[in-house]
């Protein structure tokens, strides 16, 4: 049985979480070995104005039981967002230690590029999730004054940087066997050139990936220009954030693409959740894109042993928005439950 702890979050993050359940039962239908069973919780900035805290005090504790974790997604416009972010997504992230943010694109089968030819876009971006330019180190003085300072370290351990560009090394091997380093080693004088180092050095270990390292503004307007060069990139926390958001927006639509947050070593859970945030704009008005929630679904089970399932669900994913039942960013008219609906049909169930 996978145990499956679902934080539908903000916004529209239960909207969509509740599409990618939907989904998941309905592949669990025609799958007998396929048990899951879901258990949700109800954390977010609506539970932080009541409580004074992001989720329950004992929440990691609680969720380090689960064999993994959906999450929708979180932010809303009464709750700064660092405090509603540094209060659920990034403690989870960190203290179950899912350093690979693993974000696939793919120009899917009936959607539209604002840039790119069909099958000219597949990348992932491999992006390092606990620590870089995230961190709490740091501070504030002279508040208030025309001397305030504010300080905030990036920390790159060698660890940290080794494990995630070891992983993306073997992501491309498993690929097409081209990496894509990025860097800023011109103008970020100390940790770049640390990470270029370490990159270089664990490359030596992967003769057969091609791999170079890019400045990451350069790699931003390469992503644009032409998509079809690129294969794997990996970036810092930051880098790896505004990167994966650039191939996310050019397969069509941010409401597409997935975020698996791993934690390889399978010591804690995973968190598999959309790229997109909880956008306030469209909040409960049933026209959110699930898409890349039911992404999100399928590398979930994918990665807690049901590869094929997951399969089927994307295979299913892409035949809907292929017959030209799309929501509203991408052209079309359905609502998250018409779509949703219409994933399932394709799946060969009724769920
Ligand atoms: C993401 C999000 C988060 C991040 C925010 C909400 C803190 O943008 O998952 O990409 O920057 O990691
Ligand atoms: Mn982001």
């Avoid at 239960?14 to 879901?38: H, Q, T, Y």
């Avoid at 540094?86 to 793919?106: E, H, K, S």
């Amino acid at each position: 049985m996978v145990k499956v702890a679902v934080i539908g979050g903000d916004g529209i993050g239960p909207e969509v979480i509740g599409a990618g359940v939907r989904v998941m039962r309905a592949a669990a239908k025609n799958d007998p070995s396929l048990d899951l069973d879901f258990t949700d919780f109800s954390w977010g900035c609506e539970y932080y104005l009541e409580h004074g805290r992001m989720m329950s005090e004992d929440a990691l504790d609680t969720l380090a039981e689960f064999d993994t974790i959906y999450l929708g997604a979180v932010g809303w416009p009464t709750v700064p967002d660092h405090v509603s972010l540094w209060g659920l997504l990034l403690p989870i992230r960190r203290v179950f230690d899912q350093y690979i943010n693993l974000r696939p694109t793919r120009l899917l089968a009936g959607v539209k590029s604002p840039l790119a030819k069909p099958g000219d876009l597949d990348i992932t971006v491999v992006r390092e999730n606990t620590e870089g330019e995230y961190s709490d180190s740091g501070g504030r003085i002279y508040k208030g004054t025309e001397h305030e300072i504010a300080v905030q370290e990036s920390i790159f351990t060698r660890r940290g940087v080794e494990r995630v560009v070891r992983y993306a090394y073997e992501t491309a091997k498993e690929r097409q066997g081209n990496l894509v380093g990025a860097t800023k080693s011109n103008g970020i004088s100390i940790t770049m050139p640390f990470f270029d180092e370490i990159f270089r050095e664990v490359g030596e270990e992967y003769p057969d990936v091609k791999a170079s390292l890019m400045h990451a503004d350069a790699l931003a307007a390469r992503l644009v220009l032409s998509p079809e060069s690129f294969d794997v990139v990996v970036g810092s926390n930051l880098f790896g954030d505004l990167l994966s958001e650039i191939t996310a927006a050019i397969s069509g639509a941010i409401g597409i693409a997935p975020s698996a947050n791993l934690n390889p070593d399978g010591r804690y859970p995973s968190l598999f959740e959309p790229i997109h945030g909880s956008a306030p704009d469209i909040a409960g008005q049933g026209v959110a894109n699930p898409s890349g929630a039911i992404w999100a679904a399928s590398m979930l089970l994918e990665h807690n042993g049901h590869p094929a399932a997951g399969g089927r669900i994307l295979v299913a994913l892409e035949k809907t928005l292929q017959s030209g039942v799309k929501t509203r960013d991408l052209g079309g008219e359905a609502s998250t439950e018409e779509l949703t609906s219409a994933v399932i049909e394709n799946l060969g169930g009724a769920g």
